[in-house]
């Protein structure tokens, strides 16, 4: 059983940053994927980046030049970078990852809000 926790989240204005991290259980390195979710009140889930374990990070179009994702193996922990944040940034982020077996595991969210 993987857990992830997460941290990070909170109130920032318009134009601000913030950073995620979402610390594993198990050496992040050893996930066949990674990512980060997010889900705005009354919309679907959404991928906000999401990585394999050789490949390039992919972005929503939403976010690409904005947002940056990245990992530190040595801590166990995947981070999201967010710059420019924007009102419509607004919504509950998830940290997901996916074992070579198959099996799926979620942090419990965090909420960023982008307001003035």
């Known amino acids: 059983q993987v857990q992830l926790v997460e941290s990070g989240g909170g109130l920032v204005q318009p134009g601000g940053s913030l950073r995620l991290s979402c610390a594993a259980s198990?050496?992040?390195?050893?996930?066949?994927?990674r990512g980060w979710y997010r889900q705005a009140p009354g919309k679907e889930r959404e991928a906000v980046a999401t990585?394999?374990?050789?490949?390039?990070?992919n972005y929503a179009d939403s976010v690409k030049g904005r947002f940056t994702a990245s990992r530190d193996n040595f801590k166990n922990t995947m981070y999201l970078q967010m710059n420019s944040l924007k009102p419509e940034d607004t919504a509950v982020y998830y940290c997901?990852?996916?074992?070579?077996?198959?099996?799926?595991?979620w942090g419990q969210g965090t909420q960023v809000t982008v307001s003035s």
């Open positions: 997901r990852v996916v074992t070579v077996e198959g099996y799926e595991y």
């Open positions: 198990e050496r992040i390195s050893s996930f066949k994927t």
């Open positions: 990585s394999t374990t050789y490949g390039t990070t």
